[in-house]
C-alpha cells in the first residue's frame, strides 16, 4: 500500500497499471476524500476483495480492474496452451462473482475469455506461445481501459449539447472520472464544461448509504473547479422546488433492453422527482452498459448488501442493534421517467426498446 499526496497525473486515476511493478495500483476510494491511497494488487484474489470492498467501485472502473485482474490471475502460469486457457476461463469465471448489477463487469470479462479463445482455443492456429498470449491479455486489459477513456470524452461532447451556459444540473452518486478511466458518464460534460469555458452549477446528493455523492463527486468535482454543492438525498425535491435544477444526468450500471435504468439506489426517487418537476432526466453510459440480452429492469440482479452500511455506518452505531434492515445497493427507474440516453455514438430517445437495438446494428 502506498500513500501519496499528489497523483502522477493531473488528475486522480482510479486505476493505474504499473509496467514497472507488473501490478495494478488502485486508488482505494473507501479512504476518500480524507487520504489518497493506493492498494497495491498483485493477485486476482486482492481484485476480486477490491471490488466487493468497493475500494474500486463505478460499473466501467469495475469492469477495468477485473480484466486486469485475469492477467493477474494467470500471469505466473508456465504450462501448456490448454491450462493457460482453462486457467482464463476460470479467472474470468471467479472475478465474476464480485458483485452483480454491473454489465461492465461481465462484458469485460467476456473479451478477455473471448480473447483467450481466439488465441489458445480449438479454432486458433495453435502458434500462440502460452508467453505471448499473457502478453496479449495484459494488453487487452490496457485497451479497455484506454477504450473507456476516449467513450467518456465523447459521452461528454454528446451531453453538452443538451446544456445551456448557467444551467444547474443534479447528479446522484459518482458516476465521475473516480468511477471510469477519465471524465465519468453523468460527469463528462461538466468537464467539458468547464474546459470550454461554460459554468454549470452542479448539486451532488450525497447518496446514503456509502456517501459516493458526499466524498466522490463532491471532492473529485471540487478539485477539477467545477461549481458543485453538496445535498442531502432527501434535499432534491427542496431544491427543485426552488427552481435551481434544470436537468439531471446520473450514470447507470445496466440498462436492460427495454430502456429501463438500474443505478445507485435513490436514483429512482430523483427521477420521479424530475418528472414532477418537469425537469429531463438524462442516463450517460457506454455501449458496455447497455444489456439487450436482459429484457427489462425487473430482470437486473439487484445486489444487496451488509446491513451494517446502514446501521453503522463508517464506525459510528445510529440504530439500535437487531433492527430488521433492507440494503438493496441499486434501483431501477423505469424507461418512461427517462428523458434520453446518452452514450458515445450520440444521444437516445424512446422507443427505447426499437432504438437501442439499432444502436448495436
Ligand atoms: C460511471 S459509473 C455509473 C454507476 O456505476 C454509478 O452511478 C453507481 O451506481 C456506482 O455504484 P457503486 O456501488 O459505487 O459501484
Redesign the pocket.
Known sequence: MSIETQASADWLQSVRWNSLEDRLDLLDQRLLPGEIVYLELTTSEQVWDAIKQ?AV??????GISAAYGVYLGVRALSGSREALLAEVLRQCDYLATS?PT?VNLFWALDRMRALAEALLGGASTGDVTVEAAKQALLDEARAIQAEDEETCRLIGEHALGLFEDGMGVLT?????GL??ARY???TAPMYLAKEKGMNLKVFADETRP?L?GARLTAFELQQAGVDVTLICDNMAGAVMAKGWVQAVI????RVAANGDVA??IGTYSVAVLAKAHGIPFYVA?PMSTIDLTTPTGGDIPIEERHEDEITQGFGKRTAPVGVKVFNP??DVTPNEYVTAIITEKGVIRAPYEENLKKLFE
Open positions: 468497493l467501485r463505478g460499473a466501467p472502473a469495475i458483485r454491473a446522484h452518486c459518482n458516476a465521475g468511477a471510469t465519468g458518464t453523468a456509502v459516493q446520473v450514470g447507470t450500471d443505478n445507485k453510459c445497493a441499486f
